[in-house]
């Protein structure tokens, strides 16, 4: 059974950095490219970076380029997300997903984490 689970969300101030972790299962990581999205109160969920299997290629939102970092371990079937110079748009519940193809939808037979949340305030 497909599983992720997002760790590393918290209270922030604007400016400040967070590194957010995904823990994947029940497919083979190193085969599938790799996604991170975020969904705000009231708003539909966006995709915010993505990674192919062998992190050879990236690819971010514009309203993240710059700040936001991804990347995995495949040892440790794990993808991160680095963010930095933090916003309070970027405030939201933060997912991971993964697709065969790094042109993909990345909703892996409709499973998805509990998500982690980031608040950016003061």
């Known amino acids: 059974q497909v599983q992720f689970v997002e760790s590393g969300g918290g209270l922030v101030q604007p400016g400040g950095s967070l590194r957010l972790s995904c823990a994947a299962s029940?497919?083979?990581?190193?085969?599938?490219?790799m996604s991170w999205h975020r969904q705000a109160p009231g708003k539909e969920r966006e995709l915010v970076a993505k990674?192919?299997?062998?992190?050879?290629?990236?690819n971010y939102a514009d309203s993240v380029k710059g700040r936001f970092t991804i990347s995995r371990d495949n040892a440790k079937n794990t993808v991160y997300l680095q963010m930095n110079s933090l916003k309070p748009e970027d405030t939201a519940v933060y997912y991971c997903?993964?697709?065969?193809?790094?042109?993909?939808?990345?909703?892996?037979?409709?499973?998805w984490g509990q998500g982690t949340q980031v608040t950016v305030s003061s």
């Open positions: 997903n993964a697709d065969q193809t790094y042109y993909g939808v990345f909703n892996l037979r409709g499973y």
């Open positions: 029940g497919f083979t990581f190193s085969g599938y490219a």
């Open positions: 990674i192919t299997s062998g992190g050879g290629m990236k």
